[in-house]
């Protein structure tokens, strides 16, 4: 009983410091770096590793966490944010909260998935889902501005080359592909499901293409998924796969319970 209590002690302090250091990012710098009409967010990186250590409802908490901090900067502190506020304030809080939250628990479970996936068979599992999810993802989004199919063939290579590159980091190191998948995906799946959301949400509302300086959704896509979303992917895969080895190595002989003495006879 003594060991479940410790564990679910030290359980609660790593989120209570995750929850702090969002807190601490959120609010400085940091945490929203500010590029033109958008902001780059390096807040998906402590949200990937309290989701990989602790699980999904962890990582929902620290996605709702991030999603609060982000819907705060609607109330005068991000420009795009205070438009899509005045637009639509429920709108907007599904589009910064629900999304994150979203996210959060995809990655706890997206880990724990991957985690059993064992020998041979998880580069081609990685590859397939990575492929798949993606090509869903793009498909949405090409539906709802009327693609044209160039469109669809763009999303069906973009697809298949982040298949090839789970595939390819899988294969390097098997045994912490599913830390480094997981990190990386934080990144990936929040700017698939914040964008979605903008898109479907305000995509076509008038004031916010001439804000954005888009003639249609498909150039606020364009905007948001190029220069942000390969940052916050290199950062996730590199700080948050390093990071969460760190911690879960350290959790590990935090939680493992004493040696038992040997009686002498």
Not at 103 to 119: A, D, H, I
Not at 134 to 144: E, H, I, K, R, S
Not at 167 to 196: E, M, Q, R, Y
Request: charged share 10%.
């Amino acid at each position: 009983m003594k060991r479940n209590n410790s564990n679910r002690l030290i359980r609660i302090t790593l989120l209570a410091i995750l929850i702090a250091i969002e807190l601490l990012m959120a609010f400085t710098p940091i945490g929203y770096l500010k590029l033109g009409v958008t902001s780059v967010t390096l807040l998906p990186v402590p949200v990937a590793i309290g989701a990989i250590l602790l699980g999904p409802v962890a990582g929902g908490i620290l996605g709702g966490v991030f999603g609060l901090t982000s819907f705060y900067q609607c109330f005068g502190m991000d420009a795009l944010g205070v438009l899509l506020l005045d637009i639509s304030p429920v709108g907007t809080f599904i589009m910064t909260v629900l999304t994150r939250i979203l996210m959060g628990v995809c990655v706890g479970w997206l880990y724990k998935g991957l985690s059993k996936v064992k020998g041979k068979h998880f580069p081609t599992v990685a590859a397939i889902f990575s492929c798949a999810f993606v090509g869903l993802a793009l498909g949405v989004l090409f539906n709802n501005n009327g693609a044209s199919p160039w469109n669809y063939l763009i999303g069906a290579v973009a697809a298949v080359l982040i298949g090839l590159l789970y595939h390819f980091i899988a294969s390097l190191d098997p045994k912490g592909a599913p830390s480094v998948l997981s990190a990386c995906s934080a990144a990936v799946l929040n700017t698939l499901f914040f964008v979605s959301a903008l898109v479907l949400i305000f995509g076509n509302n008038p004031r916010v293409l001439e804000f954005t300086g888009q003639s249609n959704a498909w150039g606020i896509v364009v905007l948001l998924v190029t220069l942000n979303a390969v940052i916050e992917a290199a950062v996730c895969l590199v700080i948050g796969t390093a990071v969460s080895k760190a911690l879960t190595s350290l959790q590990l002989k935090l939680e493992k319970p004493p040696a038992q003495p040997i009686d002498a006879e």
